[in-house]
């Protein structure tokens, strides 16, 4: 049977259904990203790094829309201001509605996004990965408020506005962004995404276990610290 998709909202209904993506969060995984590290250990590479260590609440399968993971994208990628914060975090429904395949059963891109060149992939799989794990800390650790680590160590009294502590650089490398938990808790997150296969994202989570120690709050207080990286 050949279906074709004669108008742009037929394809937008089709994505506001909700997707398979699977989770591995597993003590496999874990072992895996620990001998890399001992590897870059053992060639004479010496940056602090977070252990890895298995995240033991979430599921192994979620449910996501990709209308929601675009709006996700929007809104995290978008600075705070006044007036035109709402506007301009829908750019990415504009831009990358047809990224994904319609009628899949699973999260995955379409033949469009698969054929686009190494440059434009390389961003598409960067924001992808970032909007997943603004999905993913709000949906489901609860998080109330995000904010840029470069925004939180450039300018703290924005920080000190939305709530979050005054933060501290311990080393070069910062990660991404920081989310404010429920119970008074925060946590400091990188966000990875990768269209190159498990070896190359596997990789990109030894790294952002390097770049989340990176940050201390200035009151001491201390932070879960999570790497999110998405394969797609």
């Not at 975090?89 to 990358?96: E, K, M, P, V």
């Amino acid at each position: 049977m050949v279906t074709q998709l004669a108008l742009p909202w037929d394809w937008l209904a089709l994505l506001s259904q909700g997707k398979e993506v699977r989770i591995d969060s597993s003590a496999r995984l874990a072992n895996e990203v620990l001998r890399r590290q001992q590897e870059r250990q053992q060639q004479g590479h010496t940056v602090p790094a977070k252990y890895p260590s298995p995240v033991p609440q979430l599921p192994a399968q979620i449910e996501v829309e990709p209308l929601a993971l675009l709006h996700a994208i929007g809104r995290i990628t978008t600075p705070v201001v006044p007036k035109f914060a709402d506007l301009s975090a829908t750019w990415a429904l504009y831009r990358y509605v047809w990224a994904f395949a319609p009628h899949a059963g699973r999260l995955s891109l379409s033949s469009h996004a698969k054929e686009i060149d190494f440059h434009q992939k390389g961003l598409l799989s960067d924001e992808i990965g970032i909007g997943m794990a603004y999905w993913l800390m709000f949906e489901h650790f609860g998080a109330k408020a995000v904010i840029d680590v470069d925004v939180a160590l450039r300018h703290p009294q924005i920080a000190t506005q939305m709530g979050f502590p005054a933060v501290m650089r311990t080393s070069s490398s910062v990660p991404d962004y920081i989310f404010s938990l429920p119970n008074g808790e925060y946590a400091v997150v990188e966000c990875k995404g990768s269209q190159s296969g498990a070896p190359t994202s596997l990789d990109q989570i030894r790294r952002g276990l390097e770049q989340v120690p990176s940050i201390a709050f200035a009151n001491g207080q201390t932070a879960q610290e999570f790497v999110i990286a998405t394969l797609l």
